[in-house]
């Protein structure tokens, strides 16, 4: 019995501190700050230098048919 206590005592403190650390991420709004301050200035940086084709130079007949 006493290593089912041990499991259950290590399983609560476990709980606890993933508890503490996901309350501290939503509390002080950490993955809107990671998402704002580093994804989307790399994913701007990153597409915005996309080659891309320009379709206004693309001459009437090559365009898709719309049926």
Known sequence: MKTIGK???KLIRFAVIVYGILFAVFYFDL???FLYYIWEPFMI???D???RAD???TPYTMKDNVE
């Open 7 to 9: 499991f259950f005592f």
């Open 31 to 33: 993955d809107g700050k």
């Open 45 to 47: 940086k990153r597409f």
């Open 49 to 51: 230098n996309m080659k």
């Open 55 to 57: 379709t206004l130079k």
